[in-house]
């Protein structure tokens, strides 16, 4: 579940150092950086423990999902190779999804985004679908995170340190509410986070290539009581995990005051 | 649990909660009769799915309560069909994907063309009314001439389905390039209402 090779809370709460020393055992030179290096492992390698630490399963059933149109796909002259395996069949030439796969894969998605901004992770939503740019901005705004829903510089990812300057923090994790962009090709950004290694979260139609996405969520991206329901999930799952990760502090600091008095 | 079906519906105004697809469709179906005479009565309401007969108990009731205003004129067999419904199955209120599909009111309407549905305008752009009817995507139709201004952003309306999604293979394509929109005959607005108040 852990973004690979980011241990974004270890630099917030402690300088390196004083980390390295509390893990190879060496008694670090005050008890307050041990302290905190020892709140800091429960923190973050406590729910990793359990396989759905966020209970992101009650947040949404199959008739939820039915209603809100996810499981209608494309017409099957639209339909991508590489989503056969997610169809239910095809009626009257318009794919079906098929939800119960859909529930699998939308059970991961939520869960490693729970523990994305559990762990402060940086999220960017990505839709290039005109009739939901807004609403992605004010799911965004919503649970404190960020998006992206314009035109996207070739060189975003991939040349950031260049374009904006040296020290620029990536985003951890890319959700995409719609893979494709106004052409309806597949957009740069999965191919960027790819490269750059940034995990990414995708709701693929019929229509989409899930080849390179990390968590795809095979679904209807086009019905606008789907994509609510999307953004409405998400929203949910973020803010959720970051209260989480406000109790778990507390939870902590409260332990290791009772500990050390 | 009407706050969970007003939720699950998540259109504003859209339909009534419908109650279990009422038999007198399946009996429609297996005789499809397309003429305009009938369509009156058989308009299909794909918003606002309806719940099947294996949903929770206790939710039929207020629904039963709600359910006068419905738009067709479904025969007294809806009530008869809901107080079965909680019988026949009362413990499990799962049911699966596949039979939910199978019960849907999409694919118990079968080919598109030429079926009476009816829809909700969500957006109107000057003479363009964005209509919803429950598929997949919406359809645009001209404002028109008659009663032009009835209709506003919230009106129900009726539509001739033409197609569920416009799409085609150009040549030297792949893959079929689709328009991202339903194409429907706008026939009306939604008049039993009137006809129901008026009796």
Redesign the interface.
Known sequence: FAPPGRLNDALLFTPQPNLCAAQTGGRAQTSFFVLLSVINDKLITEPLRHPDFFNVKELFS???L????V?????K????RFMEPYI?GC??D?D?I???QTMKHLQLALNFTAHVAYRKGIILFINRNRQFGHLVEVTAKDCGEYAHTRYWQGGLLTNAHVQYGSGIRLPDLLIFISTLNNV?EPHVAIRDAAKMNIPTVGVVDT?CNPSIITYPIPG?D????AV??YCKLFKTTITRAKNKRKQMEVLYGLQNKADSS | MVARESSARARPGAGKVRGHAPPSDRRNMATPSWGRAASRSRAWQLLGAARRGSSHGTADSPVTGVSPPEPEKRPSSLTGALDAGPQQVPSKNVESFASMLRHSPLVQMGPAKDKIVLGQIFHVVEDDLYIDFGGKFHCVCNRPEVDGEKYQKGSRVRLRLVDLELTSRFLGAKTDTTLLEADAVLLGLLESREIRQKE
């Open positions: 199959l008739k939820e039915f209603d809100a149109r499981h209608l796909g494309h017409k002259g639209c339909r991508h239910f009626r009257l318009q079906i098929n939800l119960d309806f229509n209807n086009d019905s606008p009581l609510e329901l």
